[in-house]
């Protein structure tokens, strides 16, 4: 069973959505939150699989309800009405696993809980096309001090997965900042972007054991 917590600041939003799960069976919704404050309490307490997170919520929102919980190891699929870059990237960038639609049909949005669950990224047609047009249109400036630190773990060997257990971030905070550094950069991939990294003096080799 796959135990949610719910938070949205619109109660009838998480009325229709606790009537949605609690008709299955392999849901079941532990609790409801307001604000992204109580969000971050209650999963303390309840330890939910996955916190299905509305974005704009007064007081602490959504995105930063999310950066606090997923630094903590919770799973968080946002479900939002708004696909915008200036929503989309933060959330997934604070640690969003899964970037969802409130639009989305029932069978779609169960689908991505289960995923959440196990630790998938899930996104919606137009967070991905976003993320597109993020490594399309590349980003300029240098990189920030996140992005290096993803960089430098890269360059040294480790996986996604690694880069994220060793920054406490999700996989896909990780290959959101890998997207950015790889726009910066003017490359396409990770072994170009560590010759990149070297070529610009941004990484250093290592000496000697």
Known sequence: MIRLLIVDDHPVVRDGLSSLFGRDPEFEVVGEAGDGAEAIRL?????????????????????SATRELA??????LVLTTYDTDSHVLPAIEAGATGYLLKDAPRDELLRAVRATARGEAVLAPSAVAL?????????TGPL?????????????GNT?????????VTEATVKSHLLSIYGKL?????AAAVTEGFHRG???????D
Not at 144 to 156: G, W
Not at 160 to 168: D, G
Not at 186 to 190: Q, S, T
């Open 131 to 139: 993320l597109m047009n993020r490594v399309r249109t590349p980003a």
């Open 144 to 156: 920030s001090a996140r992005e290096l630190e993803v960089l430098r773990l890269v360059a040294a």
């Open 43 to 63: 999963a303390g307490t309840l330890r939910p699989d996955v916190v299905l997170m509305d974005l704009r919520m007064p007081g602490v929102d959504g995105v």
């Open 202 to 208: 941004l990484l250093t080799p290592r000496g000697p």
């Open 160 to 168: 996604n997965r690694e880069a994220a257990a060793k920054l406490f």
């Open 186 to 190: 003017g490359v396409n991939d990770r």
């Open 71 to 76: 630094a903590g190891g919770a799973r968080v």
